[in-house]
């Protein structure tokens, strides 16, 4: 199935009538901040479920606050405008969602201010991120993190995501599947377009939201299950580039890479060089609760569909 529809200056649309002006100010200078949400097919139940759909919109709004974007719709009508969508929609797939804001204005002139805000949704079948889930082969890249005072990677803006594609073109050129990219001063900061655990002493350890990462949903979420279902700890402190060599696991977490083992880091294998075991309960976790399978995670996801009852 493809997209049809599209959320556009306030209503649902056919695709096709969703259009912008090549003098639309975020087509010329990046100022647009967007989100990208996952819902997963859940085939016996025959539901879609949207993960965390509203911590997706609170940082959202985070991003629109940072750059003076401000929006007729608070959160619940953000979620209200999704779920009609997907509703209209009727994918029976799993499905990215794309939800964009940005300055629609079509004058010259780079500046934040006075200038016109819109929204717009659309959603499509999507699977997989990095085909090699199990065992990513991945460089240090060399070009540099955005710093915060520069383009806040705490926000995700459209503009920003010209150092992701750079760092991941790059990487795939040079034959890898995903980079691990350093901040300005030289600490581990997160992937083209995902955040990194490593495992140190049995422990994850991450970059803090102090590295210019994005501060990621699905990390969130991992540092919460690995505390409360594998009673494992989180640590969160600058990550050293040579940490990365000695590691017991690595991995990329995010919405649109879900959780992808890294099995290989400039060259040397991560321990085995195979898929490690903290990764492999993690993944499985994750996955069972965002199709829907945990009774006891289901205020994390929500169902697309009505929920018809048997009699
Ligand atoms: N870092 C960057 C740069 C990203 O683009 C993403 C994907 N949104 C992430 C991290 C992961 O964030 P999340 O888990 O919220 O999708």
Known sequence: MTTKYAFFEGRIVPIDEAKIS??????????????????????????????????????????????FISLPYGVDELCSATLELLRKEGFREDTYIRPLAYKADTGIGVRLHDLEDQFALFATP????????????????????????????????TGAYINSALIKTDAVMNGFDEAIV????????????????????????????????????????????????????????????????????????????QIVAITEIDHRPVQTGKIGPIVTQLRDLYFSIARGEREDYMEWITPVYAVVHAV
């Open 22 to 67: 090549i003098m639309t100010h975020a087509f010329n200078y990046g100022t647009g901040c967007f989100e990208g949400i996952r819902a997963y097919w859940n085939r016996d139940e025959e539901q879609l479920y949207v993960f965390k759909l509203r911590e997706h919109y609170d940082r959202f709004l985070r991003s629109c606050h940072i750059l």
């Open 126 to 157: 999507f699977g997989k991120y990095i085909e090699k889930e199990e065992g990513a082969k991945v460089g240090v890249s060399s070009w540099r993190r955005i710093n915060d005072n520069a383009v806040p990677a705490r926000a995700k803006i």
């Open 182 to 257: 350093l901040t300005q001063e030289g600490h581990v900061s997160e992937g083209s377009a995902e955040n990194l655990f490593i495992v140190r002493d049995g422990k994850l350890i991450t970059s803090p939201v102090t590295d210019d990462i994005l501060e990621g949903i699905t990390r969130s979420t991992l540092i919460e299950l690995a505390g409360k279902e594998l009673a494992i700890e989180t640590i969160e402190r600058p990550i050293d580039r040579t940490e990365l060599y000695v590691a017991e696991e690595a991995f990329f977490c995010g919405t649109g890479v």
